[in-house]
């Protein structure tokens, strides 16, 4: 007798496995295909025998029949190829392959029967006939159902069991050497579709794995590990997708790059693990803005990418740019404090913008950095202004390119003045260009090109060189503040080349004041505070300019050795009229007077101004109310009459 487990072996031979939908599909997708040679290979066969059986046999039995059963079998044959590119779901397929096993299994019966009952009546050649209908309509409806073992198995038993018993029963001697031969074949056709069954399932769970490693691998190359966001190569890679759409059918789409303001000093004040926290919190308040229509992604460190379908006007965008702002600008908690964050955002749109998507995202990109200079915090989307100033750039970096640095850059300085004895006690050196193919170049043109140009570090030098020059002849107790960019402060070998320049110009250090911004130590906070201490230790003064504008002030204040705050000049302006300018200057001051820094006021240009910040304690200013910058030639003759003046 068979044990429980045997039994249920056997039985699970003809059962759907349901709780295998992979297989299951992979299955009814590989025997759909299978269905109409099925079917034409039953009913040609089935034809041809009841074509030889017409004068033989009974008209019901030798045409009526078979063409009914045949007809039924069109109409299943013509029901699959209509539907040969329908994608069904997991409950219809399921559906579907048990109905094709358990008509496998009721139409073999009915060909079965029929062909026994139709063998009595033929002579012994239309009697081979049948013999020979029956064995190979079986294998080859067999080898149709391979991939769907529970009807291929029922046709294999329902078919050859009543022939073998049919053969080997009736009596002579040849039919029962066939009905063994046909048991054996049937055996050996049952162990190779056991075996084909086995493969192939291995062969659906080895594609199965390998789909996933490969969404794995799609996963590893295409989104970010830290924030689960699409990374930059798939960013690239949609971009260009969307604008091959675009391209085709004339539409239009927008790209926007996000910078976050005030991660940086985030990251280094608080570690990377709290920076990452707050990364993946500012990526998942970018996801809520943004929404599912809009593609998000992060390029790289806390700048994230989103592209816009869809033709968005310009209103939409400038809509979108205030919910990205808004969200971002939430605190985030850090530890028992909470860390704010801002974010400039640069929009470009094609075709308007560009017509490639190596144009738009560079267009986009100087949509952001236009931002992060003149409009942190907000959306900037490209214009046509944008456009004529990347020109006068590319004009501009060309020149610089080709240019002789040492002859056409040269210095000019503007004094410093302790309004408390009126002396002049140190000039800040100021760049100039005079151009032989662009005339006078300012440095707030010529230096932001420097910098995107990498160009900054051979201008620092020289501009460093000429000031060291003009400082060797000033009188000992005459200071220089000099200034340097993010780039001279983030390249360790541009500071060692400083300080090999300072050295040989046999200048005491101590006379010398380098001037960083906050969006200078902002770009690289480590690096910018090591290249401060180093300064430091060589014996130069570190002033802090522009201090107000950027983010995260106090914290620059608080972890950079410095000797000096310079306080911008936009709140000096309106400081005599404004009460809110005032009540800034005052904080400043008196912040620079409890840390014992010196605090250099800049833009004074008027009596009324002058009398403020006096009134506010104030000891050191620069501004056109001494006097705009001077070239090298007249700084002695403006010492010379400062000294008349005050005596």
């Known amino acids: 007798m068979f044990k429980k487990s045997q039994l249920e072996s056997i039985v699970g031979l003809f059962r759907i496995p349901v709780e295998n939908m992979p297989l299951v599909r992979a299955q009814f997708a590989a025997f759909s295909k299978q269905i109409p040679l099925l079917y034409f290979i039953l009913c040609t066969n089935t034809l041809a025998a009841a074509w030889t059986f017409a004068p033989l046999a009974p008209a019901w039995l030798s045409i009526y029949l078979p063409s009914s059963l045949c007809a039924f079998c069109l109409v299943r044959c013509l029901w699959w190829w209509n539907n040969r590119h329908m994608v069904f779901d997991d409950t219809h397929v399921v559906k579907h392959t048990r109905n094709t096993a358990q008509l496998a299994a009721i139409l073999t019966f009915a060909f079965t029967i029929w062909g026994l009952m139709l063998y009595p009546y033929g002579d012994p050649y239309a009697k081979g006939q049948v013999t020979f209908y029956m064995a190979l309509t079986v294998i080859g409806c067999v080898f149709c159902l391979m991939h769907l073992r529970p009807a291929a198995l029922s046709v294999t038993l329902t078919a050859n069991i009543p022939f073998i018993l049919f053969f080997f029963f009736e009596g002579h001697a040849s039919l029962r050497a066939i009905s063994i031969n046909l048991a054996l074949v049937s055996g050996a056709m049952i162990v190779i579709l056991l075996t084909y069954s086995r493969d192939f399932e291995k062969l659906v769970a080895s594609q199965a794995e390998t789909r996933r490693l490969g969404d794995e691998n799609f996963r590893i190359a295409n989104l970010d590990s830290l924030t689960g966001l699409a990374n930059r190569r798939w960013f690239f890679a949609e971009l260009a997708k969307q604008h091959e759409r675009a391209k085709t059918k004339n539409g239009a789409f927008a790209i926007g790059i996000i910078d976050l303001d005030g991660f940086k000093p985030v990251n280094d004040t608080y570690g990377h693990m709290t920076g990452d926290r707050v990364l993946t919190e500012a990526a998942h308040r970018l996801k809520q803005a943004c929404g599912d229509d809009i593609i998000l992604a992060r390029l790289g460190g806390d700048e994230f990418g989103f592209i816009v379908s869809g033709n968005p006007t310009r209103d939409e965008l400038r809509w979108l740019g205030t919910a990205i702002s808004d969200i971002i600008r939430l605190p985030y908690p850090v530890g028992s404090s909470q860390a704010l964050l801002g974010s400039s955002i640069g929009v470009a749109g094609y075709p308007q913008s560009a017509t490639d998507p190596e144009a738009l995202f560079e267009r986009a990109d100087y949509a952001l950095y236009h931002a992060k200079r003149h409009q942190r915090g907000q959306m900037v989307i490209f214009s046509s202004e944008h456009e004529e100033q990347i020109r006068s750039h590319s004009v501009i970096e060309q020149a610089l390119q080709n240019a002789d640095l040492d002859a056409e850059l040269s210095m000019v300085f503007q004094p410093i003045v302790d309004i408390t004895t009126g002396r002049t006690t140190a000039f800040e050196a100021l760049a100039r260009w005079e151009s032989p193919t662009l005339g006078n170049v300012g440095p707030d043109r010529f230096i932001p090109v420097a910098e995107r140009a990498g160009l900054v570090r051979g201008v620092t030098k020289t501009l460093l060189k000429k000031a060291l020059a003009a400082l060797a002849q000033w009188p000992p107790h005459i200071r220089m503040s000099f200034n340097l960019s993010a780039h001279d402060l983030s390249d360790s070998e541009t500071v060692v080349q400083i300080i090999a320049i300072v050295n040989r110009s046999r200048i005491d250090p101590k006379r010398l004041d380098f001037e960083i911004t906050e969006t ?71 912040l620079c007077t409890d840390m014992g820094l010196d605090c250099i006021i800049e833009g004074v240009e008027t009596e009324a101004q002058l009398a403020t910040l006096r009134d506010l304690g104030c000891r050191l200013v620069q501004g056109y109310y001494f006097a705009k910058p001077m070239a090298e030639a007249d700084v002695p003759v403006y010492l010379a009459a400062s000294e008349e003046k005050r005596a």
């Open 520 to 590: 200078s130590v902002s770009h690289d906070f480590k690096k910018a505070q090591a290249a401060v201490q180093t300064f430091k230790t060589l014996g130069a003064g570190i002033s802090l300019d522009d201090f107000g504008t950027g983010y995260s002030s106090l914290s620059h204040v608080h972890r950079l050795p410095l000797d000096k705050i310079k306080v911008d000049r936009s709140f000096i302006t309106d400081i005599d009229s404004n009460p809110v300018s005032l009540k800034i200057v005052k904080s400043l001051t008196a």
